[in-house]
């Protein structure tokens, strides 16, 4: 079992930054690819960014890529989204995930979810 808590949500406006934290804990972190999703309201949840269980590894989805950046410190168990030029497209509630191996943008492919934390970018 693994449970994971996000922070570092909030309010910024449009061209801001924010950098989400994901701790992990209840086993052990570098066992697992991580991933980041988002879910607008009324929307599916959708696939951010993701990094192998190492590091060396990452994939990002198209809107995101040059703009956000998947990293991992496998001594403290968090992975971390850094968020630049957002724009209101960009905002949701945003969920770090852990899944066995990276390869799969699927939600069905992650296993473990943590419980989100909301990103607003206004315009």
């Known amino acids: 079992q693994v449970q994971l808590v996000e922070s570092g949500g909030g309010l910024v406006q449009a061209g801001g930054s924010l950098r989400l934290s994901c701790a992990a804990s209840?086993?052990?972190?570098?066992?697992?690819?991580m991933a980041w999703f988002r879910q607008a309201p009324g929307k599916e949840r959708l696939f951010v960014a993701a990094?192998?269980?190492?590091?060396?590894?990452?994939d990002y989805e198209d809107s995101v890529k040059g703009r956000f950046r998947i990293s991992r410190d496998n001594a403290k168990s968090t992975v971390y989204l850094q968020m630049n030029s957002l724009n209101p497209e960009d905002t949701a509630v945003y969920h770090c995930s852990a899944a066995t191996f990276m390869g799969s943008r699927s939600v069905n492919h992650y296993i473990y979810w943590g419980q989100g934390t909301q990103v607003t970018a206004s315009s």
């Open positions: 990094i192998s269980r190492f590091g060396a590894a990452t």
């Open positions: 209840g086993s052990t972190f570098r066992n697992y690819a």
